[in-house]
């Protein structure tokens, strides 16, 4: 039995620590926190200065029994959990759980899982920081509150089923602030115009003129004063100039950085680059610092003069703006600075060779250029056009890397050549070209991540995490259009002659930006309304400092959250009883056939559209489509709603009709729902039209062959061709020609899934209707009817009995709703509001 026990959070981390510790040491992981609320009740007593009520998850029990076994064995039990807070709130969960006495446990944080770092985090140990701990408390309580009192107020308000936080909605009202402003947004056009020119050695260039034309008349009066001009150059100034590398990363930089080059998601740039650290090849990837220590500034020095030269090295220091940031963290950066790849996974490859680049470059010598401004004058008016052009004269860190941007307008300048004051120039042409102002931009992931650290809402750790639950949650989703066409005008001026063209580009496209929901959209207007405080980005920023100032062990956390919540739940109270029910409802105006009241409000089911009023007993509802919403639906539009469902007549003795539904217009014929390809207009649909999709649909779902008697059809989905039989999806990969599949084939592709299917079914209690699988990532799940639990990676399950895993998904169930007691004012009004808070909120699930 070895003499230390160092315990890790992952699995992957603890495989590469035990690679530089001796047989002394046994590395074993928590896989995360093994503690944590209750999920069946806010779990915080509000009257006893907010104590948690921390609990042993289910699918954490057997985890922390053998984490507990291998303590009592061991001389020495080193927590060696991450250096952040919430790694602080691990190490400390465990010292509880595990019963450790302090003078048997030690405290151990590195900053990259390398050899040299491991070994001097042993040779220097510390006690569990509490401020961390209680800074992490204070996030978890702040947030549970928050969430536990503000989603029943939305289900009693708004609508059943939803939720809210204190990050995750503000973030929501910076998305749903940004749509406002776009569609507010009224667009201008203007005249740009641009000349090319050609020197006397017939060396061609492109200038600018600095103003733009509002109208097209005035942009052809221009063009007409430059018939039969002479033009020459009047200024020409050089000027040195240099460009200097950006900082390291920072988890905020690197997450916009990797979105900008390799078009990773938030979320799976911190997926990659928690493999990348915990496989000891960066240092830790959730930091707000671009600061790199002494050792690899004199790493990165050594490594850019033996590959580039010492003209490329320039050591530099850098320090962040982020507020709040920790400047006793590293930004950042690879474990080896002379490792410039890795032979790994494909995507974790690219990031790697991304931070790689990023911290080389920083450490390198500016760019030096040469920037060339040229005036070019007319003899037939007083305006002139400008050319501006660079050439770089030494490379330094523009040899590794150039930091990417995010505005779509920005160009890059070229070369221009060689020219001299007074030399005469031909013009070859002259181009007015018709411009569009543009709304403010969607938010991506990345410049969310970036609007949110400059407001200093939310710290490293929280970015991907937040994105990804309002998301989840339905609030926001992520744009798919691909944009629509729009004409304008072009005029171009050759050889004294103005030619008129009508051109299109396309405008809108959204993919992959930000968009709010309907429902992302109410429940913030509803929130702003109601709960401004919590909704203020100085707020919310103000709260993150008290964190840090906790962390510091400037603030006691408890009397932080006394002032937090002794403002917050009268509120709560007050718009509880006295706000109105809020729907989102806009009215659009008359129906012009029956004259009642058209509006656009939130159903049950969705956005929808309704003729008539609350009141009115013969009110007709139409569902809003899919790209839709209420925010901006026109009278006209919500009109054509009620057109549909429209009846195409009869096709082989059944009804035809076109509809509309949640996933998009679609033709009915008998049992069959054949959805409209994208664009095509429900209304524009024809009886010729519906045959010729159901009879394309027929011909999709005809049987290609059959398996043991039943048939076999086959298609393709959003993954890929695939094959069904008995109601069972089955992919088909590159390995077979899906044009042309044998028998042979198919009957293998059917007959290796269901081998499949049996190989991963560990348990089936049939008459209980719960089954135990192996799922991805060699884990387990428990499934039954829609509760779905995973399990950890150290659960045996094939050891598991029926009577413990009904224990875990009765730990996992909702709570059943008890039909709540009246209360008279008075009675209520005696009621402490925290014992009330508690009580009400007992059987609100967990956020």
Do not use: C
């Not at 410039?340 to 911290?359: E, F, G, M, N, P």
């Amino acid at each position: 039995m070895a003499k230390n026990l160092v315990i890790v959070e992952s699995p992957a981390k603890a495989k590469t620590i035990e690679k530089f510790l001796g047989k002394d040491y046994q590395v074993e992981s928590s896989f995360g926190h093994i503690a944590d609320l209750p999920s069946k009740e806010i779990g915080v007593d509000v009257e006893n200065n907010f104590k948690p009520k921390y609990e042993v998850s289910t699918d954490k029990k057997a985890v922390v029994k053998k984490l507990k076994d291998l303590a009592k064995k061991a001389d020495l039990v080193w927590l060696a959990s991450d250096e952040d807070r919430e790694g602080e709130a691990i190490a400390w969960h465990l010292a509880e759980e595990l019963n450790l006495k302090d003078e048997n446990t030690r405290r151990i944080v590195f900053h990259e899982i390398t050899k040299t770092a491991i070994n001097k985090a042993i040779d220097n140990p510390r006690k569990i920081d509490y401020n961390l701990v209680n800074a992490q408390q204070a996030r978890r309580v702040l947030d549970r509150l928050v969430g536990y009192e503000l989603s029943p107020i939305l289900w009693k308000k708004v609508r059943t089923g939803l939720s809210a936080g204190r990050v995750q909605s503000v973030s929501v009202r910076l998305i749903v602030e940004r749509e406002k402003e776009i569609n507010a947004f009224t667009t201008e056009s203007s005249f740009s115009i641009t000349a090319e020119f050609q020197t006397t050695k017939g060396k061609i260039f492109k200038a600018k003129l600095p103003k733009n034309f509002k109208t097209q008349q005035e942009a052809e009066s221009f063009l007409k004063q430059n018939i039969g001009a002479q033009f020459k150059v009047s200024a020409l100034e050089t000027k040195p100039t240099k460009k200097s590398p950006a900082a390291p990363f920072t988890t905020s930089t690197l997450q916009q950085e990797a979105a900008r080059k390799l078009y990773y998601s938030v979320g799976q740039t911190m997926m990659l680059a928690q493999r990348l650290y915990e496989s000891g090849l960066i240092t830790y990837m959730r930091t707000d610092s671009v600061n790199l220590s002494q050792e690899a500034m004199q790493a990165a020095e050594a490594e850019i003069i033996r590959s580039y030269g010492k003209e490329f090295s320039k050591p530099r220091v850098y320090t962040t703006k982020a507020k709040g940031a920790q400047e006793a963290h590293e930004a950042i950066r690879p474990t080896d600075m002379s490792k410039h790849s890795v032979s790994i996974d494909r995507d974790q490859a690219r990031l790697y060779d991304l931070i790689w680049k990023r911290t080389l470059a920083s450490q390198m010598s500016d760019a030096a250029l040469e920037r060339t401004n040229v005036t070019i004058v007319a003899d037939k008016h007083n305006d002139h056009f400008s050319a501006t052009g660079e050439v770089l004269l030494f490379e330094g860190f523009l040899k590794v890397y150039l930091e990417g941007h995010d505005d779509e307008d920005e160009e890059q300048e070229g070369m221009l050549p060689a020219l001299i004051v007074n030399e005469k120039l031909d013009n070859n042409a002259i181009i007015a070209t018709q411009r569009f102002s543009r709304p403010p931009a969607r938010y991506t992931e990345a410049s969310l991540v970036k609007k949110l650290e400059e407001l200093g809402i939310g710290r490293p750790s929280t970015y991907a995490p937040t994105i990804s639950t309002i998301i989840a949650r339905n609030y926001v989703e992520k744009g798919n259009a691909e944009g629509i066409e729009r004409n304008y005008e072009v005029m171009q001026l050759i050889d004294g002659v103005i030619k008129a063209s009508v051109q299109t580009e396309k405008v809108g496209a959204d993919k992959g930006k930000l968009i709010p929901t309907d429902i992302g959209i109410i429940v913030t207007d509803f929130l702003v309304k109601n709960f401004s405080a919590i909704l203020d980005y100085n707020f919310t920023a103000k709260v993150e400092e008290d964190f840090d100032a906790i962390a510091e062990g400037n603030e006691d956390w408890t009397k932080m959250m006394n002032d937090f919540y002794s403002h917050f739940h009268p509120v709560v109270l007050d718009v509880e009883k006295n706000a109105e029910r809020e729907s989102g409802e806009r009215i659009l105006g008359k129906d012009p056939k029956s004259g009642k009241p058209v509006l656009v409000r939130l159903g049950k089911f969705g956005p929808m559209a309704q003729i008539g009023d609350i009141e009115d007993e013969e009110k007709q509802y139409a569902s809003l489509r899919p790209d839709q919403n209420i925010g901006n639906i026109s009278l006209e539009e919500a009109l054509t709603l009620f057109l549909l469902p429209k009846n195409l007549g009869l096709y082989k003795d059944e009804e035809v009709e076109v509809n509309n539904g949640r996933f998009g217009p679609y033709v009915r014929f008998g049992k069959m729902f054949i959805s409209l390809p994208k664009g095509e207009e429900p209304l524009d649909v024809t009886l010729d039209r519906a045959i010729e999709l159901i009879k394309e649909k027929e011909k999709a779902d005809a049987p290609i062959a059959t398996y043991n008697s039943l048939p076999v059809q086959k298609g393709v989905g959003r993954f890929g061709p695939f094959i069904k039989w008995n109601n069972m999806f089955i992919n088909v990969n590159k390995k077979y020609n899906f044009d042309h599949l044998s028998q042979a084939d198919i009957n293998e592709l059917i007959e290796d899934k269901i081998q499949k299917e049996k190989d991963k079914v560990i348990h089936n209690w049939e008459e209980e209707g719960i089954r135990v699988e192996k799922a991805r990532w060699g884990r387990s799940v428990v499934l039954k009817g829609k509760i779905k639990i995973e399990l950890s990676k150290d659960v045996d399950a094939a050891a598991l009995d029926l009577e413990s895993v009904k224990k875990m998904i009765e730990a996992k169930e909702p709570a059943k709703k008890t039909a709540a007691k009246k209360t008279t004012t008075k009675t209520a009004a005696k009621k402490s509001p925290a014992k009330k808070a508690t009580a009400k909120k007992a059987t609100v699930k967990k956020k």
